[in-house]
Each structure stands twice: as structure tokens, then as C-alpha cells.
């Protein structure tokens, strides 16, 4: 396993592996080792989830998909539904991400209240899974290639088609009858728009909606019933590449990197700004202004999390309390840290790292971002640690 050094030189137990430096000033945890091309984590509160798929040999023979559940607080581990050879409403999340050409899309799932959402890579459906009754719910489509999922805390389900256009759609489980008309919304997307990845929190749904000329992000909000582009950039003058927007736990605030492709960090990287989008006010402000290879952005109560490339070319984890923009160190060293994602309410984060043996196996990771008052002592070098549990 490749644990990443810790700044505070911690050692710490691993929650289900031998002993080993931690990944973090905070204490690293692994929450799962050997896991097989894994899915981005999408946190809540004490729990993590995360989908993850495995195969018999490098022809694609499909073996196995999981749904993982992680209780951080009771160190247990469940897996929400497996399958082998035939599709089932229990079967994985998301299409193949390491396929190649694909493999920059990383598929996601979704994670808010009482439920897990996510899409079916066989049968190309969508599946909402609720976690108090244990109970699943598939939803078939009409013939359309179905990705990109997420849920909100009502249990509706947000997900991008693929055919005839790339077009985000928000279902309700219970009265979708698989024609359009009964969807909850349906982008207006032309056939020359690229509309992927949407996510949705609460009343609020954003997307990637780029055109043939310019990159777009756009938002739905459910409680107005409302679409509106909220980000244009050319894609032949302004040089600007924003990544995938995703939104916080309260549906208000909207946040992605966006990269200047004239730029660079000095090891193979651009630079990077973090911006984010006021639902209440309509308006974008940067967090992070071209400080380095900032990307994965994520936010939640007073906390920005992202992965910034290093000169040795991996990826490290960074952390910022935004209230105060002091700026912080959550996974640095040797290992190639990714993909992070944090609770404002516990200051969980957690991420993934190679484990070292290639063949797209990954770790989970996590930690948790200490209380205000410690954070400052270890941001400023002190050495008091509490963990908020």
C-alpha cells in the first residue's frame, strides 16, 4: 500500500491494515484497501459512499459491481448490492471509467439524506437506493445510454442521457413511466450541446452544458422551475476550461476549477482558479486565483477541498477554511491523492490513492479537518490534535 507521509510524522492504526504512516496531519484512516477502479467518495455526515467495480481479465469480463456504504464512526463496511453475469437493481454504479479515452470522466454517484443514486452500467438505467429500508429501486429507460448520476435528499434522481444528445433529465422514481413527458425536468439542449455530469442538492441541479463554440454551465432550479446558464467561456478566445460544477449540501452554493490552458505551473500543470457560484445572489467569486494545478474542487459548510498537482507530477490533497482562507495540508508525500470530497458539518474528507500495484486498484482514504481552534494551532505548527467524531 502507498500511504502518503505525514506532515506531523503521526503514526496512526489503519482501520483495517497493518500499521503505516498516515496520509495526513490529521490522522489517516483507510476506510478500504485493493479496491478495484473506484468511483469518486461523495461523503455525508459520518458515512462515505462510493461505487466500485472488478473484473476477471483485461477483456472487460464482467465479475462483480459493489455499492460500498462506510460508517466511520462504527468502522464497518457495507455493501449495498452485488452482481455476476446478469443485470440486477443491485449491480454497481456508473460506466467503466478506466476504459481508455474515459478514464478523465470519472463516473460518479450520488449521496444526500436517505438515499444513494447512481446508474446501471448494463442495463443503462438508473437505480435509487434507500438506506433506511435497505430496498432498491430501478428505473428502467426508454433504449438511451443512461450516466452520470445523482440523488437528492426527496429521492429524485438526476441523470445524463447519451442518445440522441447528451441531455441532463431529473426523474421521480415514483411516477416516471419512461417517456419524457413524465420526467420532472429535461434540459433544453440543442442538438449541438454537450450536457453531462449534472448534480443536484436540495432544489438546485447544475451540469456541464457546453455548445460547438463556448463551455457552459448551467442550473436548474426546481423550486422556480427554472433553467439558466450561469457560466460561458470561449472555447476558441478565452482560453479558460472550467471542470465539472458540483453543489453543496444546501443546494446554494455552486463550485469547479477552471483552468487556463495558456498557463503553467512549472511541472506539467496549469493554473488553476476555484470559483463559486451564489445561488441567492447569481453571482461568482474566486476562492483560489491561479495559485497552482488546483482541480476536483469541493465544498461544503466552511470547507474547500481539492487536489493539487506537485512537482513530482502526483496529486496532493489541500484543504481551505473559508471563513478565514487560511489554506491547509490534508494528504501530501508520495502518493498520488484524488478526488476528494468533505461534510461541512463533520469535516470529513475523504479521497483515493493507488495502492500500488497498478491495474487501476485503488484506497479509500479519510480523515477529519480538526475543530477551528485546533486547526489554527496546526496550520500555525502546533501540535494539538482533536478529532471530531
Known amino acids: 500500500m502507498s500511504l ?45 459512499a462510493w461505487g466500485d467495480f472488478a473484473f476477471a481479465d483485461i477483456n472487460n469480463t464482467w465479475v462483480a459491481g459493489f455499492i460500498n456504504l462506510y460508517d466511520t464512526q462504527t468502522n464497518t463496511l457495507k455493501v449495498l448490492g452485488r452482481a455476476g453475469g446478469s443485470p440486477t437493481g443491485a449491480i454497481v454504479a456508473a460506466e467503466l471509467a ?25 442495463t443503462q438505467g438508473g437505480i435509487v437506493y434507500q438506506v433506511s429500508t435497505g430496498t432498491f429501486t430501478h428505473i428502467n429507460n426508454t433504449g438511451e445510454q443512461w450516466h452520470f448520476a445523482d440523488v ?39 442538438s449541438t450541446e454537450f450536457g453531462t455530469a449534472p448534480r443536484i442538492s436540495g432544489n438546485i441541479m447544475a451540469w456541464n452544458d457546453d455548445t460547438a463554440d463556448d463551455y457552459r454551465r448551467t442550473m436548474y432550479n426546481l423550486a422556480t422551475n427554472t ?16 471542470q465539472k460544477i458540483q453543489v453543496d449540501s444546501t443546494g446554494s452554493r455552486l463550485v469547479m476549477a477552471v483552468r487556463d490552458e495558456t498557463s503553467d ?34 465544498l461544503d459548510g466552511d470547507y ?16 481551505m477554511e473559508i471563513s478565514t482562507g487560511r489554506v491547509f495540508a490534508i494528504a501530501t508525500g508520495s502518493a498520488n491523492a484524488t478526488l476528494p470530497w468533505v461534510d461541512g458539518s463533520t469535516g470529513l474528507v475523504a479521497w483515493i490513492e493507488p495502492d500500488g500495484t497498478g491495474d ?18 496546526l496550520v500555525l505548527g502546533g501540535l494539538g490534535l482533536l478529532r471530531r467524531r
Open 4 to 48: 502518503k507521509k505525514s506532515l506531523l510524522g503521526l503514526a496512526i492504526l489503519a482501520l483495517v491494515a497493518s500499521p503505516a504512516l498516515a496520509a495526513s496531519p490529521f490522522g489517516d484512516n483507510l476506510a478500504l484497501k485493493n479496491s478495484k477502479r473506484i468511483l469518486r467518495p461523495v461523503v455525508q455526515g459520518n458515512m462515505i
Open 98 to 122: 478506466w476504459v481508455a479515452g474515459w478514464a478523465p470522466w470519472t463516473p460518479q454517484i450520488g449521496f444526500e439524506g436517505d438515499y444513494i443514486g447512481y446508474n446501471e452500467p448494463i
Open 152 to 190: 437528492n435528499g426527496s429521492g429524485l434522481l438526476a441523470i445524463q442521457d447519451w442518445d440522441p444528445a447528451m441531455t441532463p433529465n431529473l426523474i421521480n422514481p415514483a411516477t416516471y413511466d419512461g417517456s419524457d413527458a413524465s420526467m420532472v425536468f429535461r434540459g433544453s439542449n440543442a
Open 227 to 242: 433553467e439558466t446558464v450561469i457560466w460561458t467561456s470561449s472555447k476558441t478566445t478565452a482560453n479558460l476550461y472550467p
Open 265 to 298: 505551473n512549472g511541472f506539467g500543470g496549469k493554473l488553476t482558479d476555484v470559483v463559486v457560484y451564489d445561488v441567492a445572489a447569481g453571482t461568482w467569486s474566486t476562492l483560489l486565483n491561479m495559485v497552482a494545478g488546483d482541480e476536483e474542487a469541493m
Open 304 to 319: 474547500l477541498v481539492w487536489q493539487r498537482k506537485v512537482a513530482t507530477g502526483d496529486n496532493d490533497i489541500y484543504g
Open 360 to 377: 487501476y486498484s485503488f484506497d479509500m482514504h479519510y480523515t477529519f479537518i480538526p475543530e477551528p481552534a485546533t486547526l489554527s494551532l
